[in-house]
């Protein structure tokens, strides 16, 4: 543990993200109104006005946007969104890909057909396929998070199956099998935990890119309905009036970015830290 937060990029990462998951969970307090109230007598309002919202005195931190909403609690709200689909949509597709790679990379008659299908799928571009699934599915949650994960499988899938190929020749699982040890047996206790580092390397950058396909499919009108809060949709909203009141757009952007730079970054410090041979390279 020490040694991971010797790690420069870790201590970033960790940092900026703790900051966000924070004002994920306290939202509903530091947000100063519901997200979605409106109030036609401050449309468009700049940030920093005062005034009263609904008949009730409020600040107007980064002011309102073209139907009365005010922004900044729909940008706090929107921090537990991208959170959400980050963090499920990593787990979901490490955890589909590892058990895939494990049968790939461990059986050579199901290789042969699985990365057949692993190779089509890589072959359709994310945000295209993510957005047909999302319109088959339904512009919900869980849709979301599937639509953008089924993409990222492959690459997980085709990490796993070459660990796994490397892996299997090792001699403590040449003896397990001498042992006549169950495959499952085999590929739970040996296989798998010498996978977890890269796996869980991968998984930052799956979460980084979720984040930024569901922000860019809100933006599009594709991803979660309007009257949730997502940054896309905060920015979708705002662009009509951008020359106007840039803020409308910036204001969420302003989170976004350090979001995904945080997860970016404590993928590559715990590459760093957990990957031996990159290690050297490095230095």
């Given amino acids: 543990m020490n040694k991971l937060f010797q790690n420069s990029a870790i201590r970033f990462g960790f940092a900026v993200l703790g900051i966000l998951v924070l004002l994920a969970i306290l939202a509903p307090w530091l947000g100063t109104v519901d997200p979605a109230q409106m109030d036609a007598n401050h449309i468009n ?8 919202f609904n008949g009730i005195a409020h600040h107007f931190w980064m002011g309102t946007d073209s139907v009365g909403r005010d922004i900044y609690s729909r940008v706090l709200f929107g921090t537990r969104i ?64 599937v639509a953008i994960c089924i993409p990222e499988v492959p690459r997980v899938t085709r990490l796993v199956r070459s660990l796994v190929l490397t892996l299997r020749e090792e001699p403590y699982v040449e003896a397990a099998k001498a042992l006549a040890t169950p495959t499952i047996q085999i590929l739970w206790r040996h296989i798998l935990p010498n996978s977890l580092a890269p796996l869980l390397v991968q998984g930052t950058f799956i979460a980084a890119s979720a984040v930024l396909t569901e922000a860019a499919l809100s933006f599009l009108g594709l991803g979660l309905p309007a009257d949730i809060p997502t940054w896309g949709n905060i920015m979708a909203e705002g662009r009509v009036q951008f020359s106007q009141y840039p803020g409308n757009v910036l204001f969420p952007a302003l989170f976004l970015v350090p979001m995904v730079l945080a997860i970016n970054l404590l993928g590559d410090g715990l590459r760093d830290v957990l990957d031996p041979k990159f290690s050297k390279r490095s230095n």
Avoid at 45 to 51: L, M, Y
């Fill in 45 to 52: 309002t700049k940030a920093g006005a005062i005034g009263e």
């Fill in 82 to 145: 991208s959170l959400l689909v980050g963090l499920f949509t990593a787990a979901l597709a490490v955890v589909l890909g590892a058990g895939l790679g494990m049968l790939a990379g461990y059986f050579k008659a199901v290789d042969a057909v699985l990365m057949r299908i692993m190779d089509g799928l890589m072959a359709i571009p994310s945000v295209l396929l993510a957005i047909a699934l999302v319109a088959a599915l339904g512009p919900q949650l869980w849709t979301v998070v």
